[in-house]
């Protein structure tokens, strides 16, 4: 740093000429192409804070310029206000002009102009450790407040099993194996802490293990409450954690899914996607395929689907309503003829019998 300051003092004057034409030019930077997601700010603002900015970079001798940086930042950022884009070029373009004098001089000074890039690169850097701090800090806020609500959440969950345990109600338990919703009566026999112990005698499904994900429904509120299964008792009860409210995806779709038996090749072709894959799970409304390679393909695409199901070659048309790449999945919707509709269709309850049977104690 006093390198730094002895670098600011030797071209002082340089500093002090420049001033205004570095405040125009960050200036006209702001106004021709605001910051993204930055509120707007008048011009009295903007000339404050240009003011302000040059001060502190430029001004030889200051003390802690480094903090006063972080700290303008951390201001700028609680204000909702980038200052990184036009400050970025702003310096770019002090740094073109400084090399052009320095260019001009009979002796040539190179480490002078070492000295300007790792001053410029300093400054940006301790600006983005401002608005990292910034940043950080309301993480860390949203966290603070996500584990009040969740803890204010649960409390509330497990005030409704107690009352359901008091009224020796039923709950149902709800899984979903391979697309198929699965569901058992049980009942609360013990709160503890946060946890419940539920009887699950009268279930004759295989679908508990330890930490599965369930959901609980009960007549007394309308929402689904996700939990946990901590532990499994000789098969009779469950302990179950890690309660809260969630929506439940698979009650939204118009129509039931299954998970094939066998693996299903499939080709997915249009004038932009080429893709083969294997189908994850179908209905007479859609299906989910996993495609090695869908880079080409897009959502809203019209698409070709060939696959072979029972035997039976099926060439349909449809479209590409969800995509994921990290997942290489894509949902396909599609509209039936009826002769195809009741032949998948009774597909469809075949499967869902087997996928049921492979799970019945």
Do not use: W
């Not at 240009?50 to 930042?73: C, V």
């Not at 002090?94 to 300007?116: A, P, R, T």
């Not at 919703?181 to 508990?208: G, H, M, Q, W, Y």
């Not at 869902?352 to 799970?359: A, D, N, S, V």
């Amino acid at each position: 740093m006093e390198t730094m300051n002895s670098f600011l003092s030797k071209h002082k004057a340089f500093f002090s000429q420049y001033k205004e034409h570095f405040l125009e030019f960050f200036r006209s930077s702001i106004l021709e192409k605001p910051p993204k997601n930055s509120k707007p700010l008048s011009s009295g603002a903007i000339n404050t804070i240009a003011e302000k900015l040059y001060l502190i970079l430029f001004t030889p001798g200051t003390s802690d310029r480094e903090q006063k940086i972080i700290n303008f930042a951390y201001m700028l950022a609680q204000n909702r206000f980038n200052i990184l884009p036009p400050l970025t070029k702003s310096l770019l373009k002090l740094l073109q002009d400084f090399i052009g004098i320095i260019l001009q001089k009979e002796h040539h000074n190179h480490l002078d102009v070492s000295i300007m890039i790792q001053l410029i690169d300093n400054y940006i850097v301790a600006f983005q450790r401002g608005y990292t701090k910034f940043f950080e800090e309301q993480q860390q806020e949203l966290r603070s407040l996500k584990h009040e609500n969740d803890k204010k959440e649960q409390e509330i969950i497990l005030s409704i099993l107690e009352k359901i345990k008091r009224q020796n109600s039923q709950i149902i338990l709800l899984d979903f194996y391979k697309q198929v919703p699965i569901s058992c009566k049980a009942k609360i026999r013990l709160l503890k802490e946060d946890t419940i112990v539920v009887d699950i005698a009268e279930c004759n499904f295989k679908i508990f293990h330890h930490d599965k994900e369930l959901f609980i429904k009960t007549d007394l509120i309308d929402k689904p409450i996700k939990t946990k299964i901590k532990e499994i008792k000789d098969f009779d009860y469950v302990i179950l954690d890690s309660f809260c409210f969630e929506e439940l995806p698979q009650e939204k779709r118009k129509f039931v899914r299954v998970q094939p038996k066998e693996s299903i090749p499939i080709t997915i072709t249009s004038s932009q996607c080429q893709c083969s894959g294997v189908i994850q799970d179908i209905s007479i409304g859609g299906a989910g395929i996993i495609c090695s390679n869908i880079s080409s393909c897009n959502k809203r695409d019209s698409v070709t689907l060939q696959f072979a199901l029972e035997n039976k070659k099926i060439v349909i048309e449809g479209e590409i309503r969800y995509l994921d790449e990290e997942a290489k999945r894509l949902g396909i919707q599609y509209s039936l003829d009826v002769e195809f509709e009741n032949f998948l269709a009774e597909y469809i309850l075949h499967r869902q019998f087997e996928i049921i049977k492979e799970i019945r104690i």
